[in-house]
């Protein structure tokens, strides 16, 4: 797969991911102290992580957008 995540997008990606790991996990805030959305907002924390560090999304892939030079 060729790079198609330029270097804003990863960087708020990161910056998204990150947030959403501290809410899910040290936040303790009552609406994520319950299972599945404490889950939910770790796992999106995750994948936006990891896309940011691979520089592909699988989503622009599909639909054909790029946020890099190249």
Not at 31 to 59: D, F, H, N, Q, Y
Request: net charge positive.
């Amino acid at each position: 797969m060729a790079t198609n995540v330029g270097t804003i997008d990863r960087i708020l990606r990161a910056v998204l991911g990150l947030v959403l790991l501290y809410l899910a996990f040290f936040s303790g805030l009552p609406a994520l102290e319950a299972g599945a959305l404490k889950w939910i907002a770790a796992i999106l924390g995750v994948v936006m992580l990891v896309t940011s560090a691979v520089r592909i999304c699988p989503i622009y892939a599909i639909f054909g957008l790029k946020t890099c030079r190249s």
